[in-house]
């Protein structure tokens, strides 16, 4: 009886500063090598399944390890020679060390692990790759920091907010790149200070830009921990005599204590409030704060593939929920009778009202609201769509809508995921609402040299119900 009760102290198997030799077994979810000592895990950059490695051990935890590869004693076949050694080390793109068919294989394995993990039985398809997998990102969203006194841009080492400085970075937009580059260099030629974490002083926090694929509008917002941004309107200024794509800057406050990177707040300092893209034959509005795919080539594949799954006919209701600008509302309203979108963010909802208008699409409507509160109120009031899109943050479904897509038992639910872990979770309760999955799981590699995928998943009506 005491035994049960007994708790063991287990030791871990290595020291820091030891030195050992392993295989590597795996990857993370942040991209890092496994390796294991008598099953005890060490995580550690820049190291593929299959090669054999010597490691010094850096930090060791209660239940694992970090370590450095001091030597690569057998190198894998996946391995890409000469890789950005930068994007690898800051997690910018900590795939980019792998062949390109090999993230593929690695993103599809990834999702059949999770599924297994819930005891979800299920076929994941083959992940539909890209043909150019890098630049392809149409926004940046670049951190700010003073070193030596100089104002730099790019990207924090791995699990700190130290500032590692970049210019290329590898899988955005060369031209969002060199909106960053040139507003970096704007910035330091008028003196103006970074803020600092640490001391809460300074005064840019960010600088994000985006870039339509399709259209060549180019936006860029300055985001400040101040109310003021000094000199904005010469700022404004050289930046549209230097950038001929610029349609749009925008002056973003965000002066909370948090990892958010824009505030609510936005003035217009030059240009438009908003730039365009085209996607699927259609024109969108899009604002600052507003959601868009970051991957604009594959983005269209994704949207197709889960009209096509969802087999719409045109006497068919469908709900979109999760709209955002109404991007997937918008591309299938045409194959449909009526299609409500519903999204939290005032600024989405009211692009998404543009958008509608802009097209011409008469048979769309828009909600702004919490979309498992306002999906439970549609169930009540007896909305009994045919089909559900749902395309939720990382954080996945909550119950409440679960059990309204069950209270309104569409012939089709269709998930578009872009965290395979939160999907696998939801999938559980779904399945137990009822519904069952049709067909294999589908990823798409939106975000190619991350850990990142995004996937589609086909949950069809109960027979019963
Ligand atoms: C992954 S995006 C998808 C947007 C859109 N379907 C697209 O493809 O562009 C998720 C969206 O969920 C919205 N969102 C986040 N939390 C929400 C909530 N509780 N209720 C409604 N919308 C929410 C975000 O504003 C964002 O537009």
Redesign the pocket.
């Given at each position: 009886m005491a035994k049960a009760n007994r708790v063991y102290k287990t030791k871990a198997p290595v020291v820091k500063n030891q030195e050992i030799e392993a295989t590597v077994i795996d990857i993370t979810y942040q991209g890092m090598g496994v390796v294991k000592v008598d099953n005890f895990p060490i995580f550690v950059v820049d190291a593929i399944p299959g090669e054999i490695v010597r490691v010094s051990v850096t930090k060791v935890l209660k239940s694992y390890a970090f370590g450095r590869v001091t030597r690569r004693i057998q190198e894998s076949e996946n391995r890409v020679q000469n890789a950005n050694k930068i994007a690898i080390t800051t997690g910018i793109a900590p795939l980019a060390n792998l062949k390109y068919e090999a993230q593929l294989a690695f993103k599809q394995h990834q999702i059949e692990e999770l599924f297994k993990k819930v005891n979800v039985d299920v076929d994941v398809a083959p992940t539909i790759g890209m043909e150019n997998p890098t630049g392809y990102r149409n926004k940046a969203q670049v951190p700010v920091q003073m070193i030596n006194g100089k104002l730099e841009t790019g990207f924090y080492r791995r699990g700190s907010h130290r500032l590692v400085p970049i210019e290329d970075f590898y899988i955005q937009d060369p031209k969002v790149d060199e909106a960053v580059r040139i507003t970096r260099d704007i910035l330091r030629e008028l003196g103006i200070s970074a803020y600092e974490e640490e001391t809460k002083k300074g005064v840019i926090r960010h600088i994000m830009a985006r870039r339509g694929y399709y259209s060549h509008e180019l936006m860029v917002v300055i985001i400040t921990n101040t109310k003021k941004l000094p000199n904005s309107d010469l700022i404004a200024e050289k930046l549209s005599a230097k950038l001929p794509e610029l349609k749009s800057v925008i002056h973003n406050i965000n002066n909370h204590d948090t990892n958010v990177i824009m505030g609510q707040w936005n003035e217009t300092i030059w240009g438009e409030d908003d730039i365009h893209d085209q996607l699927m034959g259609k024109d969108f509005v899009i604002g600052p704060n507003?959601?868009?795919?970051v991957n604009p080539q594959t983005?269209s594949t994704?949207?197709a593939l889960a009209a096509e799954k969802a087999n719409l006919k045109p006497t068919d209701v469908v709900v979109?929920?999760?709209?955002?600008?109404?991007?997937?509302?918008l591309s299938v309203a045409d194959k449909v009778k009526k299609i409500y979108g519903?999204?939290?963010?005032e600024g989405?909802i009211e692009d998404a009202e543009k958008n509608a208008k802009n097209n011409q699409i008469t048979n769309a409507e828009f909600v702004l609201?919490?979309?498992?509160?306002?999906m439970a109120k549609w169930a009540d009031e007896g909305l009994k769509p045919n089909v559900v899109?749902v395309?939720?943050?990382?954080?996945g479904l909550?119950q409440e809508l679960i059990d309204a897509v069950k209270a309104m038992n569409p012939e089709k639910f269709v998930y578009?995921s872009?965290n395979p872990a939160t999907l696998a979770r939801d999938a559980v309760q779904i399945l137990a609402a009822g519904f069952g999955i049709e067909g294999a799981v589908q990823p798409l590699d939106q975000f190619p040299q991350t850990t990142h995928v995004e996937s589609i998943t086909v949950f069809k009506k109960a027979e019963n119900q």
């Open positions: 507003s959601f868009y795919q983005t994704l949207y979109d929920a999760y709209s955002g600008i109404g991007t997937i509302t519903v999204d939290v963010v989405a609201a919490d979309a498992p509160e306002q899109f395309d939720p943050p990382r954080k909550t578009i872009c």
